[in-house]
């Protein structure tokens, strides 16, 4: 077997396609680019092999057989890497090609079998040859067609990719495919083809396939060649040093002559594998003159871009990218400055390195000559360019100063689209070593890639802010649009707000006059002012904003206070404030305040995205204020409508009462004057007559007037016009125990007659006695519980209740009835109204209503079908107790006295006159009241009796005229109205005493007895 170069060679081309095929199956073989390098090196890999047995020359070798494999395998190698570069650049396969391409690969390989690409082959001196046949001519131009289309393809992509590190993984197969080729075609010549050029070829052309498709490398091509020239520049080194060990170590057994050089290399080559502290030793020195002195471009440059996208903050970006690059490039002091949009100008965003805290307030203007350049520029500007670009000669001191401060070696143009974002700027190296070229390239392909993932991470934020922003709007339109509720607005406002702007209190302010009104405040801190407060508008940071129709920043409380609040926040722990104007109809009404406990918390940002904001706000503010006035507005109307209504409910039940009252006041006073005559004549008969039948008779006459004046009494009680009661202090509580007292027989009756139970509770507070009738107030009480009672056939709870409320006593009256709709409850106080068909009469909560309101009160209801019934009476406070008008001593003798009786009615009149002659009195009589007057005034009269309405004067003038004239004089009111009289206009017309028609001569002798009683 023959060992020599043109041997290893091709063996070492066959171990490392074993290798690689076994890496690229390793990592994937799903992936069909991978499927198809495996496809590719496979057949390389059987080309190599093949060569390497022919070049051996092992014993009994087929050589015929060994070219014809050689062949075949070399023919499908351009389709194979035609067809692996349409994968590789991810394109449609062109399946008829590929049909064609291998179909055409078959023909030729059933060609070579029958012998018609190689006739022969032989061994000649050790050397072998072969007679190739006439279908070996077809094979070429095949094989050239394809392996053209694979290389144009890879040119075509390469040019049309924009992205330098697309481009760069492109440029690798490109390059191998092409050195492969012509290394392969080196066969052409006839003297070469037993030197392992073609294989050489073939083994480069894998290694950077491999390094393209297993790695993706993302350095430029010229570098991996002139850094792999330094591997193999090493490899051999080490590989001479290694065989040399490996030659004197066999001469040393003299067993040199047994091996020849080439056994050497791969002794060599084993055991310098093999040995791992001499591998680990040949790594690091070619790590050392791959990577630099302290670098490794490598791993910066593939983490960048994955790391870089992977942080949605633009602050730990530019942290990360500086402290990456720096630690790579073993920079002391460095930093990253992006472009502020509002101001035009490139800010701070990562320093590192600086002690001088001076630094952190450097920026690079837009105008400065090195930004400027590095926005034209496509490369990185060093110390040395600032002193040789000419147009960097004009820069200002001040800028060469700050470059200075930052010592600046490096500065880095970041740009996206032509459009420069942000500005690297690199110190000095800790060896204090300069850039070198290729450190700027890396330098500029880092900085590329962070430009692409910066500006995405600004586009993102700025989406997320607007996205934020219309957000927010649209609550704030939503709720505008639905609620009025200024509290409901004010909660959805800060909540969204506090997504954009960052505040620890905030605060609407509103101007009223002379005065400033905090509307709504909310706050994250203890504060002193709160919502509702007032303060004075002189001198108020609202009165500055009212001024001068704009916002008002302050910075820091800490440092200036323009307004007095500003001592009361900076007592609270704030420290900066924006206050922004609500306009309405161009004026302004109000400011929305935001405040921090951070200073210099709000700049030109805050203020746009608040004074955008402040013009809904101001709308919702006017819009709920509005609402507010209206609601206010709707409740008074409500609530006077509805004592419109109640008033006039009130007028037509009294009015409907009056016309009645006066009816029945009429009907009664002709009845009285009647029944007067009536009864005064039976009184007189019975007094002249002895027989027993006809004094019966008389008897039954007298009785009939005074039972007939009885209904007429009860006619008036029910019109509510009795005026004769003199009323004193009730004890509200007593009163409730009585009426209850006195409806307990009706429970019992219901319980025992149809088992219907009545539970009766009361809640009764300690109130003040009202003024009035006990009797009266218990029947009105009384007539209430029985109609409590009836609205509960089925049984039920009363509850009874009393308490004070202002200058009234409140009683309730509640039960668990049917209850009853508004048309019936409206009706329930009129006169014969009744649901309870011919069992009621409807004159019970009528002669109720009544009884309340001549006491001065007034009694309400409120009821629903289903849910009971509730009536509140409402009597006001009684005053000192009255004392007992009535005298309990008897009556003295009655002494003759001379009587003027003035009556228009002649049969009243009479049966006065023989009533008082009777009794033993002198009685002039008069029709009229103007003669009884004249009279009066022309007699001396002891008494005068006088009718109450009569045609000319009533009897009111008479006893006024009387009482003029001689003041001692008693006068004596005798009328058919009766119980219907005031006392107070009897005080003041000088009535001394009543006597109601019909009146017996007994009542006739009791007043006179009284207002006579000094008779002697």
């Given at each position: 077997?023959?060992?020599?170069?043109?041997?290893?060679?091709?063996?070492?081309?066959?171990?490392?396609?074993?290798?690689?095929?076994?890496?690229?199956?390793?990592?994937?073989?799903?992936?069909?680019?991978?499927?198809?390098?495996?496809?590719?090196?496979?057949?390389?890999?059987?080309?190599?092999?093949?060569?390497?047995?022919?070049?051996?020359?092992?014993?009994?070798?087929?050589?015929?057989?060994?070219?014809?494999?050689?062949?075949?395998?070399?023919?499908?190698?351009?389709?194979?890497?035609?067809?692996?570069?349409?994968?590789?650049?991810?394109?449609?396969?062109?399946?008829?090609?590929?049909?064609?391409?291998?179909?055409?690969?078959?023909?030729?390989?059933?060609?070579?079998?029958?012998?018609?690409?190689?006739?022969?082959?032989?061994?000649?001196?050790?050397?072998?040859?072969?007679?190739?046949?006439?279908?070996?001519?077809?094979?070429?131009?095949?094989?050239?067609?394809?392996?053209?289309?694979?290389?144009?393809?890879?040119?075509?992509?390469?040019?049309?990719?924009?992205?330098?590190?697309?481009?760069?993984?492109?440029?690798?197969?490109?390059?191998?495919?092409?050195?492969?080729?012509?290394?392969?075609?080196?066969?052409?010549?006839?003297?070469?083809?037993?030197?392992?050029?073609?294989?050489?070829?073939?083994?480069?052309?894998?290694?950077?396939?491999?390094?393209?498709?297993?790695?993706?490398?993302?350095?430029?091509?010229?570098?991996?060649?002139?850094?792999?020239?330094?591997?193999?520049?090493?490899?051999?080194?080490l590989g001479g040093v290694l065989i040399g060990?490996?030659?004197?170590?066999?001469?040393?057994?003299?067993?040199?002559?047994?091996?020849?050089?080439?056994?050497?290399?791969?002794?060599?080559?084993?055991?310098?594998?093999?040995?791992?502290?001499?591998?680990?030793?040949?790594?690091?020195?070619?790590?050392?003159?791959?990577?630099?002195?302290?670098?490794?471009?490598?791993?910066?440059?593939?983490?960048?871009?994955?790391?870089?996208?992977?942080?949605?903050?633009?602050?730990?970006?530019?942290?990360?990218?500086?402290?990456?690059?720096?630690?790579?490039?073993?920079?002391?002091?460095?930093?990253?400055?992006?472009?502020?949009?509002?101001?035009?100008?490139?800010?701070?965003?990562?320093?590192?390195?600086?002690?001088?805290?001076?630094?952190?307030?450097?920026?690079?203007?837009?105008?400065?000559?090195?930004?400027?350049?590095?926005?034209?520029?496509?490369?990185?500007?060093?110390?040395?360019?600032?002193?040789?670009?000419?147009?960097?000669?004009a820069m200002w001191k001040l800028e060469r100063?700050?470059?200075?401060?930052?010592?600046?070696?490096?500065?880095?143009?970041?740009?996206?689209?032509?459009?420069?974002?942000?500005?690297?700027?690199?110190?000095?190296?800790?060896?204090?070593?300069?850039?070198?070229?290729?450190?700027?390239?890396?330098?500029?392909?880092?900085?590329?890639?962070?430009?692409?993932?910066?500006?995405?991470?600004?586009?993102?934020?700025?989406?997320?802010?607007?996205?934020?922003?219309?957000?927010?709007?649209?609550?704030?339109?939503?709720?505008?649009?639905?609620?009025?509720?200024?509290?409901?607005?004010?909660?959805?406002?800060?909540?969204?707000?506090?997504?954009?702007?960052?505040?620890?209190?905030?605060?609407?302010?509103?101007?009223?006059?002379?005065?400033?009104?905090?509307?709504?405040?909310?706050?994250?801190?203890?504060?002193?002012?709160?919502?509702?407060?007032?303060?004075?508008?002189?001198?108020?940071?609202?009165?500055?904003?009212?001024?001068?129709?704009?916002?008002?920043?302050?910075?820091?409380?800490?440092?200036?206070?323009?307004?007095?609040?500003?001592?009361?926040?900076?007592?609270?722990?704030?420290?900066?404030?924006?206050?922004?104007?609500?306009?309405?109809?161009?004026?302004?009404?109000?400011?929305?305040?935001?405040?921090?406990?951070?200073?210099?918390?709000?700049?030109?940002?805050?203020?746009?995205?608040?004074?955008?904001?402040?013009?809904?706000?101001?709308?919702?503010?006017?819009?709920?204020?509005?609402?507010?006035?209206?609601?206010?507005?709707?409740?008074?109307?409500?609530?006077?409508?509805?004592?419109?209504?109640?008033?006039?409910?009130?007028?037509?039940?009294?009015?409907?009462?009056?016309?009645?009252?006066?009816?029945?006041?009429?009907?009664?006073?002709?009845?009285?004057?009647?029944?007067?005559?009536?009864?005064?004549?039976?009184?007189?008969?019975?007094?002249?007559?002895?027989?027993?039948?006809?004094?019966?008779?008389?008897?039954?006459?007298?009785?009939?007037?005074?039972?007939?004046?009885?209904?007429?009494?009860?006619?008036?009680?029910?019109?509510?016009?009795?005026?004769?009661?003199?009323?004193?202090?009730?004890?509200?509580?007593?009163?409730?125990?009585?009426?209850?007292?006195?409806?307990?027989?009706?429970?019992?009756?219901?319980?025992?007659?149809?088992?219907?139970?009545?539970?009766?509770?009361?809640?009764?507070?300690?109130?003040?006695?009202?003024?009035?009738?006990?009797?009266?107030?218990?029947?009105?009480?009384?007539?209430?519980?029985?109609?409590?009672?009836?609205?509960?056939?089925?049984?039920?709870?009363?509850?009874?209740?009393?308490?004070?409320?202002?200058?009234?006593?409140?009683?309730?009256?509640?039960?668990?009835?049917?209850?009853?709709?508004?048309?019936?409850?409206?009706?329930?106080?009129?006169?014969?109204?009744?649901?309870?068909?011919?069992?009621?009469?409807?004159?019970?909560?009528?002669?109720?209503?009544?009884?309340?309101?001549?006491?001065?009160?007034?009694?309400?209801?409120?009821?629903?079908?289903?849910?009971?019934?509730?009536?509140?009476?409402?009597?006001?406070?009684?005053?000192?107790?009255m004392k007992n008008r009535s005298s309990s001593?008897?009556?003295?003798?009655?002494?003759?006295?001379?009587?003027?009786?003035?009556?228009?009615?002649?049969?009243?009149?009479?049966?006065?006159?023989?009533?008082?002659?009777?009794?033993?009195?002198?009685?002039?009589?008069?029709?009229?009241?103007?003669?009884?007057?004249?009279?009066?005034?022309?007699?001396?009269?002891?008494?005068?009796?006088?009718?109450?309405?009569?045609?000319?004067?009533?009897?009111?003038?008479?006893?006024?005229?009387?009482?003029?004239?001689?003041?001692?004089?008693?006068?004596?009111?005798?009328?058919?109205?009766?119980?219907?009289?005031?006392?107070?206009?009897?005080?003041?017309?000088?009535?001394?005493?009543?006597?109601?028609?019909?009146?017996?001569?007994?009542?006739?002798?009791?007043?006179?007895?009284?207002?006579?009683?000094?008779?002697?």
């Amino acid at each position: 077997m023959n060992l020599n170069v043109g041997t290893i060679v091709p063996l070492a081309a066959c171990v490392v396609y074993v290798v690689l095929i076994a890496l690229v199956a390793r990592q994937s073989l799903d992936r069909r680019v991978n499927q198809l390098f495996i496809w590719c090196a496979l057949l390389l890999m059987m080309w190599s092999f093949g060569s390497f047995i022919c070049h051996a020359n092992p014993a009994n070798i087929n050589l015929l057989f060994w070219n014809r494999f050689l062949v075949v395998c070399l023919m499908v190698v351009p389709v194979a890497l035609f067809h692996f570069v349409r994968a590789f650049l991810g394109k449609s396969q062109p399946r008829v090609w590929l049909s064609l391409g291998y179909g055409l690969c078959a023909l030729f390989a059933l060609l070579t079998i029958m012998g018609y690409t190689v006739k022969n082959a032989y061994y000649v001196d050790g050397v072998g040859e072969h007679e190739l046949g006439i279908a070996s001519v077809a094979i070429v131009p095949v094989a050239l067609a394809f392996t053209a289309a694979a290389i144009f393809n890879l040119v075509q992509g390469y040019r049309k990719e924009k992205d330098p590190f697309a481009r760069n993984r492109i440029a690798y197969p490109l390059a191998g495919i092409s050195i492969g080729t012509v290394l392969i075609a080196s066969n052409i010549v006839p003297d070469w083809r037993w030197y392992p050029i073609d294989h050489s070829g073939n083994l480069i052309n894998a290694s950077l396939l491999s390094y393209a498709i297993l790695r993706y490398r993302l350095l430029d091509i010229h570098i991996a060649f002139r850094r792999g020239a330094l591997y193999a520049l090493l490899t051999l080194i080490l590989g001479g040093v290694l065989i040399g060990a490996g030659a004197a170590l066999a001469a040393s057994f003299g067993v040199l002559d047994r091996i020849n050089w080439g056994l050497g290399v791969v002794t060599a080559l084993v055991v310098a594998m093999g040995i791992p502290p001499f591998y680990q030793l040949m790594r690091r020195q070619i790590g050392g003159l791959f990577a630099g002195e302290h670098s490794d471009y490598r791993r910066v440059l593939r983490s960048t871009s994955r790391a870089l996208s992977a942080m949605p903050d633009l602050e730990e970006q530019a942290s990360w990218l500086m402290d990456n690059l720096m630690q790579t490039m073993d920079v002391e002091k460095g930093g990253l400055f992006l472009l502020d949009d509002e101001q035009q100008r490139y800010l701070p965003q990562a320093l590192r390195g600086y002690d001088n805290l001076a630094v952190s307030q450097i920026h690079l203007e837009s105008d400065n000559p090195a930004v400027a350049f590095l926005a034209k520029s496509d490369r990185c500007l060093t110390a040395e360019g600032l002193e040789q670009v000419p147009q960097l000669r004009a820069m200002w001191k001040l800028e060469r100063e700050q470059l200075e401060e930052l010592e600046t070696r490096v500065l880095v143009p970041v740009k996206v689209k032509d459009n420069l974002i942000g500005v690297i700027l690199l110190g000095p190296k800790r060896s204090r070593k300069p850039y070198s070229v290729d450190d700027l390239e890396f330098i500029y392909l880092v900085a590329n890639q962070a430009a692409v993932a910066i500006e995405n991470t600004r586009l993102y934020q700025e989406a997320t802010d607007r996205a934020e922003w219309i957000d927010m709007t649209n609550k704030l339109t939503r709720v505008i649009g639905s609620s009025l509720d200024m509290d409901q607005v004010y909660e959805t406002f800060t909540t969204a707000l506090k997504n954009l702007v960052d505040f620890d209190r905030i605060s609407i302010g509103l101007a009223e006059e002379d005065k400033l009104r905090l509307l709504l405040v909310s706050s994250e801190v203890p504060i002193e002012l709160g919502t509702g407060d007032i303060l004075p508008l002189k001198r108020s940071v609202a009165a500055w904003v009212i001024e001068h129709k704009s916002t008002n920043i302050e910075n820091d409380f800490a440092q200036e206070r323009q307004f007095p609040v500003d001592e009361t926040l900076l007592r609270d722990g704030l420290r900066s404030a924006i206050r922004v104007p609500l306009f309405s109809k161009g004026e302004v009404f109000g400011s929305l305040n935001l405040t921090s406990r951070r200073p210099n918390a709000y700049g030109e940002r805050e203020q746009k995205i608040l004074e955008q904001i402040a013009g809904q706000v101001a709308v919702a503010i006017q819009n709920a204020l509005l609402y507010e006035e209206a609601k206010r507005a709707y409740e008074e109307a409500k609530r006077a409508y509805e004592e419109l209504n109640a008033a006039q409910e009130f007028m037509v039940r009294s009015e409907k009462l009056r016309a009645l009252g006066e009816m029945a006041g009429g009907v009664a006073h002709d009845f009285n004057n009647v029944l007067s005559v009536i009864l005064g004549r039976a009184q007189l008969v019975l007094e002249d007559i002895e027989d027993p039948m006809l004094k019966r008779s008389i008897k039954a006459i007298e009785q009939a007037a005074l039972d007939a004046a009885k209904t007429v009494r009860r006619l008036q009680e029910f019109t509510r016009v009795r005026r004769d009661q003199v009323f004193d202090q009730v004890k509200v509580n007593q009163l409730v125990r009585s009426a209850l007292q006195m409806v307990e027989p009706r429970f019992r009756e219901s319980w025992q007659k149809d088992g219907v139970e009545i539970e009766v509770s009361t809640d009764l507070n300690a109130v003040n006695s009202v003024r009035g009738d006990m009797a009266e107030l218990r029947e009105a009480l009384i007539n209430i519980i029985f109609n409590a009672v009836d609205s509960m056939p089925q049984g039920g709870k009363l509850t009874v209740k009393a308490w004070q409320e202002d200058n009234q006593v409140v009683l309730s009256v509640s039960d668990t009835g049917v209850g009853m709709p508004d048309e019936i409850k409206s009706k329930i106080f009129d006169p014969f109204f009744t649901t309870k068909g011919p069992d009621g009469m409807g004159l019970g909560l009528s002669i109720t209503y009544g009884i309340i309101t001549r006491h001065g009160g007034n009694i309400d209801v409120e009821s629903s079908p289903g849910e009971g019934t509730t009536f509140y009476v409402r009597l006001p406070l009684g005053g000192e107790e009255m004392k007992n008008r009535s005298s309990s001593s008897s009556p003295s003798p009655v002494r003759k006295s001379k009587i003027l009786l003035v009556d228009d009615d002649p049969e009243v009149s009479e049966v006065l006159e023989l009533m008082l002659a009777q009794i033993g009195h002198e009685v002039a009589v008069v029709s009229q009241g103007q003669e009884a007057v004249a009279l009066f005034e022309q007699g001396d009269y002891d008494l005068v009796i006088t009718d109450l309405g009569m045609p000319d004067i009533s009897g009111w003038e008479v006893a006024k005229a009387v009482k003029r004239k001689r003041s001692e004089t008693p006068v004596i009111l005798i009328t058919g109205w009766g119980i219907q009289l005031d006392s107070e206009e009897m005080s003041r017309s000088g009535v001394d005493g009543v006597i109601a028609k019909p009146f017996s001569k007994q009542v006739l002798v009791d007043q006179l007895a009284r207002l006579l009683k000094d008779a002697k």
